[in-house]
């Protein structure tokens, strides 16, 4: 990471903390109220092939069952352990406010690939040596261009083992793709435009009124 993207990050993360500790907190007292402790979630992840951090979100998910496993990325056959409060933090990514510290702490960056988990790395080792030579971010091209389709695969898959086959199979060629991309492109003027296109999906969105008109005709079933 360069110094100058570095202080980007710092000066970018205190001003987003600044802004954004009000609406933080409510969500911390929500969670609270509705769902319990623990508030928190730090995940393992990995900044360097060999080097891994606490990745810090908001729990959007019900502690699994004593004696079962929590492993791997979460698909379809999570989805019984999340609330209504869950979907919602998870849907417009305001589980990942606490990453503003592990930005602060310099574990990631605010713009990189998404930090992989240990049992991906040492998958693809190759690969991964290629990714991660750029710092792991919060947002960044595979994140916007990839999250979506990725969500829909995994949200499909009914087992654990379903859902770490086609993770493997179908999400870490495609997002590691994107991020060497990101890697050969890497400026600061395209990381504020990924910045402002993460800010675009994840603010709500006014909706254009709807033209008025004649109605259409709907044809009867003699048609």
């Known amino acids: ?46 900044r360097t092939p060999h080097e891994a951090f ?13 004696g079962s496993r929590a492993t791997g990325v979460t698909g379809g056959d999570k989805s019984a352990r999340m609330s209504r409060l869950h979907r919602l933090l998870r849907r417009s990514r305001a589980d990942e406010l606490p990453q503003l510290w592990n930005v602060i702490r310099g574990d990631i960056s605010l713009v990189g ?15 991964y040596t290629q990714v991660l030579r750029s710092r792991p971010g919060i947002t960044g091209l595979a994140s916007l261009r990839y999250h979506a389709t990725e969500e829909r695969l995994l949200a499909a898959c009914r087992s654990a083992e379903e859902t770490d086959a086609v993770y493997r199979r179908r999400c870490v060629p495609r997002k590691a ?27 709500p969105q006014r909706r254009s009124a709807r033209p008025v008109g004649p109605p259409r005709r709907v044809p009867a079933k003699d048609d």
């Open 113 to 127: 690939p998404r930090p992989p988990l240990r049992v991906y790395v040492e998958a693809f080792p190759e690969l």
């Open 54 to 66: 606490g990745l810090i979100k908001l729990r959007t998910m019900r502690p699994a069952a004593y």
């Open 177 to 203: 793709r994107l991020d060497l991309v990101y890697q050969r492109h890497v400026t600061p003027c395209f990381d504020l435009w990924l910045l402002a296109q993460t800010a675009r999906t994840v603010l």
């Open 1 to 46: 990471m360069t110094r100058s993207k570095r202080l980007f990050d710092l000066a970018v993360s205190l001003l987003l903390l600044a802004l954004l500790w009000p609406v933080l907190l409510v969500l911390v007292l929500l969670l609270l109220a509705f769902e319990g402790r623990p508030i928190f979630y730090v995940a393992e992840r990995m």
